[in-house]
DNA sequence: TCGATATATATCGGCGCTCGATATATCCTG
DNA sequence: CAGGATATATCGAGCGCCGATATATATCGA
């Protein structure tokens, strides 16, 4: 829909990635921790989003260990991955700021109908300007 | 997977709305205006957005009209909707955030000599500092 | 005047993605 | 020794998005 912008499952996954290799787990485990609980990673979405961008060259298979019998598999992100998690985290803040502008606008607009907006309750917020999504 | 967070057709309805009612096809040109061509709702896509959207309280029918032998159906923001809208848009300057704080970290490892610290599982963990996605 | 394009609504099958369940295996704690 | 955490992986169900399709009117250029 929006050119070519990643599932949020992707997104989290190559944010986990983003400061250094992880394997499958531990990116449950920091997606969670890292947003306090609100995200919540499955195991279910987890495997087939690996795949998926590893098939889409944005991560590759670090390295794999054996930690105390269990296999751990660790990725890490490509120069594409890092590319391609900055331009969605452009496109996110940007999308973020486009909204925020424009529910300033209609609470403007609201309170226009009558004459003057008493002063005091609705601070003019400052204009939107120029910026769309992009 | 976020708790409960919109899908991206629904947040761009959303934002389409936010500052004034508009109607269905207004929605889809609106979007792609306000993005710069980034944004591109399909018509196949828009009316399921607007039902779910209106089953779960976050728009309601504003009005209908005909103009020039077209009708048209008017939208606009309830309450709730703004609510939901001005959420997400945090959830996504938050995730957005918190991907470029990430990558810039991932690039200070990177820039940092090899002074190797095979160390194990637990990396340091370290300060993490403020703010995950939330 | 005819065809193409824009406006405006709506539906439907296909498909990709996420979820929950399920499976297997090891280690640690109570 | 049972249960939970760690760690991998698969699969069916279901939902949401896409592309195609349908219907109808207005406009503009050939």
Known sequence: MTAKSMTRAAFFVLTALADQPRHGYGILRETEELSGGEV??????LYGVLDRLTADGLIVL?????QQGRLRRYYR???????????EAERMAAG?????????????AAARPAA???AGLEPPTAPGLAGGFA
């Open 40 to 45: 919540h990673l499955r195991v279910g979405t």
């Open 62 to 66: 670090d390295r794999e260990e054996v």
């Open 77 to 87: 992100l490509t120069d594409d991955g890092v590319a391609a998690l900055d331009a």
């Open 96 to 108: 973020a700021g486009a909204a925020r502008r424009r529910i300033a606008e209609g609470r403007r």
């Open 116 to 118: 003057q907006d008493p």
